[in-house]
T-cell receptor, first 116, second 117 residues
Framework: DQQVKQNSPSLSVQEGRISILNCDYTNSMFDYFLWYKKYPAEGPTFLISISSIKDKNEDGRFTVFLNKSAKHLSLHIVPSQPGDSAVYFCAASAVARGGATNKLIFGTGTLLAVQP | DSGVTQTPKHLITATGQRVTLRCSPR?????VYWYQQSLDQGLQFLIQ???????AKGNILERFSAQQFPDLHSELNLSSLELGDSALYFC????????????????FGSGTQLSVL
């Protein structure tokens, strides 16, 4: 049961244009969402996050939008740069009983290729 | 550099064998998480330890086990290995559990690539 879904395995964008990566989730208990970026031969690195009390969070060229009613979030990268080419993972977490864990549930990732 | 160290980076072994993957969390981090990434799969959560105790369990096979030692490093033991266990295994760390009032992001190591032949 895939609770976090990234339905686009890959995306190709021209340098300078906007990249939009999408993510859907099914578990209504998720209340914290993150995006991670992964380069080959490296571990995932944190990019940006959003709490369910917000619908938008911005950090430089990166903006995450959350639509709770649709159980959908998206990552916008503007303008896209060749160095943004990587696999992007969406992740979510829910408050566990007793607050004992920050475990993240990940999607399958989207490979972004930014063409010069 | 995330500060999370995983060894070895690559491991090649045969079916039926047993291996141990090691993880050192960031300095001061108390929680260690193990994830498995198979081909075309996202990161699957295996298990979490906090300050030496198991805190959460995911889809971890009975052939797999983990522990966290007093110095906070962790080991993931994989036994009776099968071809399907070939994957990238990541360790991540964070500083404290949610109950202390703040959501923590996870910091990942660069992974151990396990190949079972």
């Amino acid at each position: 049961d895939q609770q976090v879904k990234q339905n686009s395995p890959s995306l190709s964008v021209q340098e300078g244009r906007i990249s939009i990566l999408n993510c859907d989730y099914t578990n209504s208990m998720f209340d914290y969402f993150l995006w991670y970026k992964k380069y080959p031969a490296e571990g995932p690195t944190f990019l940006i996050s959003i709490s369910s009390i917000k619908d938008k969070n911005e950090d430089g060229r990166f903006t995450v939008f959350l639509n709770k009613s649709a159980k959908h979030l998206s990552l916008h990268i503007v303008p896209s740069q060749p160095g943004d080419s990587a696999v992007y993972f969406c992740a979510a977490s829910a408050v566990a009983r007793g607050g004992a864990t920050n475990k993240l549930i990940f999607g399958t990732g989207t490979l972004l290729a930014v063409q010069p | 550099d995330s500060g999370v160290t995983q060894t070895p980076k690559h491991l090649i072994t045969a079916t039926g064998q047993r291996v141990t993957l090691r993880c050192s969390p960031r300095s001061g981090d108390l929680s260690v998480y193990w994830y498995q990434q198979s081909l075309d799969q996202g990161l699957q959560f295996l298990i979490q330890y906090y300050n030496g105790e198991e805190r959460a369990k995911g889809n971890i096979l009975e052939r797999f086990s983990a522990q966290q030692f007093p110095d906070l490093h962790s080991e993931l033991n994989l036994s009776s290995l099968e071809l399907g266990d070939s994957a990238l295994y990541f360790c991540a760390s964070s500083s404290r559990p949610f109950r202390e009032g703040r959501r923590e992001k996870l910091f990942f190591g660069s992974g151990t690539q396990l190949s079972v032949l």
